[in-house]
């Protein structure tokens, strides 16, 4: 079975172009994105790893650790790397990680094998501070994933953790939010959103992004 939003991301130890990597350990305090790509050397994921390569500055200021996984090895992943910095004209700078013998992704069911039997597919997994698995999605190899995507849906998880807020279809960084439906003591309401709100239903109550 998949891993499940809420559950725990499992612990591992495996190499990486940073060297041995113990997950926990290694994420700490930070939020992570663990994605995975198919194969070093081919086309899409050269501008996916130099993508999130050139966001660096995005993850640090909500801090978030990436790390990158196929089954190639550290010695693969560091002459590929050579190539992702020349022709994304980037940096990499964060691991790697060398899962040959496919415990990470079997792990966090990162192989599919009606897609293939042997090669990760497209997977991401945001995880929080406490290690939890907060967010999951998986594209096929021919499709790049929208890391600035990403970026919105952790700033929307962000959100909910600070403010009590969801973020309706489409948001952007700055558009009104959406109050959780749970809080409805008035005093909260008051104190929470000073800015006020607009109740278009019962359940539909808008208000200004709270932090901006
Ligand atoms: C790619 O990254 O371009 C790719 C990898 C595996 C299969 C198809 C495309």
């Known amino acids: 079975m998949s891993l499940q939003l809420g559950s725990i ?26 994605f995975s790509h198919p194969k070093d050397f081919t086309p899409v994921c050269t501008t996916e790893l130099g993508a ?20 190639d090895d550290v010695d693969s992943h560091k002459r590929w790397s050579v190539d992702i910095e020349e022709t994304q004209r980037t940096k990499l700078n964060y691991p790697i990680l060398a899962d040959v ?13 009606q897609a293939s039997d042997t090669l990760t597919v497209r997977s991401v997994f945001v995880i929080d501070p406490n290690k939890k698995v907060r967010a999951t999605f998986t594209y096929p190899a021919s499709t ?20 009590s807020v969801a973020t309706p ?44």
């Not at 390569?53 to 200021?61: C, G, M, P, T």
């Open 9 to 34: 991301a499992p612990d591992f130890e495996q190499e990486s172009t940073h060297g041995t990597i113990r997950f926990h350990e290694w994420a700490g305090s930070s939020w992570v994105i663990l």
């Open 52 to 71: 999130v390569a050139n966001l660096k500055a995005e993850f640090d200021k909500r801090g978030v650790k990436p790390i990158a996984l196929s089954v």
């Open 101 to 113: 013998d496919r415990k990470v992704s079997g792990l966090y069911g990162m192989i599919h094998p």
């Open 144 to 163: 790049g994933r929208n890391f600035d995507e990403i970026l919105r849906l952790i700033d929307s998880l962000q959100l909910t953790d600070s403010h």
């Open 169 to 212: 279809a489409n948001w952007k960084d700055g558009d009104e939010v959406v109050i959780v439906p749970s809080l409805q003591d008035p005093a909260v309401l008051a104190q929470k959103f000073p800015k006020g709100y607009n109740a278009v239903r019962p359940y539909l109550r808008l208000t200004p992004q709270p932090n901006r």
